[in-house]
């Protein structure tokens, strides 16, 4: 069975400071990995996948992850955080014959202070 | 292009009541995927719908069922409500065929749910 973690429930962080954001999948079959977004009294929004390929992804809004097969992570990372981040993060994983199944971690709060 | 709308977008209902949660997918998509996300939780596979029938189910009782309309909409009924039905619930469309491409899931904003 697949299982995603997300070390942190919650990351405070500074204007314009970097941030990472930590998720773990477990998984004995290839699987899809997604970072999504949840800004206050919204819906998820979609900020990046990684199917296949470059192991690197980047979104339009600065963020980027790195799939890491032989750690089983998919890590996201931002250079420079801007107030508008802030948001609840979550990670999910996708078996490759599961469309639509995903499998979500508990979700980071990212709060970002000025 | 129009996206996911879900309705109501608020409820309260009491222990033991039915409800029905509403979902219009996006344009052109043909899958819906229903979600229970919990109060701090991250979002919790309940089932999907493809061709109107349902197409993989998650960890949830019989009492949660769901309907796919030709024109790809689809309901959430939640029968004889327990105090921890209350959540978010979202509905997800995609463009996928039975079996799944990966596809992006489009989410609607969701309907909170309150049972007391």
């Known amino acids: 069975a697949q299982s995603v973690t997300q070390l942190d429930s919650q990351v405070p962080v500074f204007e314009e400071a970097p941030v990472e954001l930590r998720c773990n999948y477990s998984s004995s079959v290839s699987v899809y990995l997604f970072w999504y977004v949840q800004y206050p009294n919204q819906g998820l929004q979609l900020l990046l996948k990684?199917?296949?390929?470059?192991?690197l992804v980047e979104s339009i809004n600065g963020f980027e992850a790195e799939f890491n097969k032989s750690q089983t992570s998919f890590h996201l990372r931002k250079p420079s955080v801007h107030i508008s981040d802030t948001a609840e993060y979550f990670c999910?994983?996708?078996?490759?014959?599961?469309?639509?199944?995903?499998?979500f971690g508990q979700g980071t709060e990212l709060s970002v202070k000025p | 292009e129009t996206g996911v709308t879900q309705s109501p977008t608020h409820l309260i209902k009491t222990r033991g009541q039915q409800v029905t949660l509403r979902c219009s997918s996006q344009?052109?998509?043909?899958?819906v995927s229903w979600y229970q996300q919990a109060l701090g939780q991250g979002p919790q596979f309940i089932f999907q719908?493809?061709?109107?029938?349902?197409?993989g189910r998650g960890n949830f009782p019989p009492r949660f069922s769901g309907l796919q309309f030709p024109n790809y909409s689809s309901e959430l009924n939640v029968n004889a409500l327990e105090l921890d039905d209350s959540a978010l619930y979202l509905c997800a469309s995609s463009l996928a065929g039975n079996g799944g491409a990966t596809g992006e899931l489009f989410f609607g904003e969701g309907s909170r749910l309150t049972v007391l």
């Open positions: 344009s052109g998509h043909n899958t």
């Open positions: 999910a994983v996708i078996r490759d014959n599961q469309g639509g199944k995903l499998i």
């Open positions: 990684y199917l296949s390929g470059s192991t």
């Open positions: 719908y493809y061709r109107e029938e349902e197409n």
